[in-house]
Nanobody, 122 residues
Framework: QVHLVESGGRLVQAGGSLRLSCAASGGTFSSAAVGWFRQAPGKEREFVASISWSGANTYYADTLKGQFTISRDNAKNTVYLQMNKLKPEDTAKYYC???????????????WGQGTLVTVSS
């Protein structure tokens, strides 16, 4: 089974940028679609973005289109989330997960990482 580890979360000022990484080991990562999710304090975990196994297709939460960019490098077994124009509302623990659907259209998580905390100050 694939093991995922997120990294890159830290404190940033509003308007700033941050790049998160989701590194995978084991399993067949290159054949798996991956999604990013986030959970803010007191709120439910929500979908952020997803990417198909090949990286050809990407999807985003409507409110984040144009702000976040998901990408992957299968040679490095890593999926990235580039976050720009960060707002205090983006403060949350960010998680990556393999998805049941290899096309990434359906975002049903299979294996979760431990998450990385992103805090955006005003």
């Amino acid at each position: 089974q694939v093991h995922l580890v997120e990294s890159g979360g830290r404190l940033v000022q509003a308007g700033g940028s941050l790049r998160l990484s989701c590194a995978a080991s084991g399993g067949t990562f290159s054949s798996a679609a991956v999604g990013w999710f986030r959970q803010a304090p007191g709120k439910e975990r929500e979908f952020v973005a997803s990417i198909s196994w090949s990286g050809a297709n990407t999807y985003y939460a409507d409110t984040l289109k144009g702000q976040f960019t998901i990408s992957r490098d299968n040679a490095k077994n890593t999926v990235y989330l580039q976050m720009n124009k960060l707002k205090p509302e983006d403060t949350a623990k960010y998680y990556c997960a393999t998805l049941n659907d290899p096309t990434a259209v359906v975002t049903i998580p299979e294996v979760w990482g431990q998450g990385t905390l992103v805090t955006v100050s005003s």
